[in-house]
């Protein structure tokens, strides 16, 4: 009897294959991630991690809600809705340092005018321009330029001060108070 040899074709992975499959492994992170923040599940790291600090007695979701603004856009973007450029990109300079990658990025994706693949691109900008958060006025310019109220309500003046009701790293106080040695020396 003689041999036969069969050759199957092989499927040669394409680029948009391999950025399709990327895409769905992003997106299932995130889902689970916001799964584990839903059902209170998300353990808090321990202190300072590359992205994202919580503290040890609590998620970083109980955090963020200590203070009234970010509470609205937790809340906001439960419900679904659209919070702006400068709504999603105040909570991505607030929340990463509160939260892991992937769960900023499953509460970003929630915005339902903002894709995953946009939502990556615009907190790894964050991550990697190491941005303080706003401060209040700030806030409020930003705010003026699109239709969502980020500050919720912007006649209280503690409203908005993020400095005021959470406790971030000690890396952007440090960060903050080397800025304004810089800026008297220049004077």
């Not at 991505?92 to 990556?120: I, K, Q, S, Y």
């Not at 705010?143 to 890396?171: H, V, W």
Request: proline content about 6%; aromatic content about 6%; hydrophobic content about 35%.
């Amino acid at each position: 009897m003689t041999e036969r040899t069969v050759v199957l074709d092989k499927e040669v992975p394409t680029d948009q294959t391999i950025e399709r499959a990327t895409a769905r492994a992003r997106e299932a992170e995130a889902e689970l991630a916001r799964l584990k923040a839903q059902a209170n599940e998300t353990p808090a790291p321990d202190h300072n991690e590359k992205h994202g600090t919580a503290t040890a007695n609590g998620s970083g979701e109980a955090e963020l809600r200590k203070d009234s603004m970010m509470v609205h856009l937790l809340d906001s973007l439960a419900d679904g809705k659209d919070i702006g450029h400068y709504g999603r990109l105040t909570f991505a300079m607030v929340a990463r340092h509160f939260m892991p990658h992937e769960e900023v990025l499953a509460w970003l994706t929630r915005d339902g005018d903002f894709g995953e693949d946009a939502a990556e691109v615009m907190l790894r900008q964050v991550e990697g321009r190491d941005y303080n958060p706003p401060k209040r006025d700030r806030i409020l310019e930003w705010q003026a330029q699109q239709d969502f109220p980020i500050i919720p309500n912007p006649d209280d003046p503690d409203c908005g001060n993020l400095y005021r009701n959470l406790k971030f790293p000690d890396e952007i106080y440090n960060h903050i108070e080397h800025y304004q040695e810089q800026k008297v020396a220049a004077e």
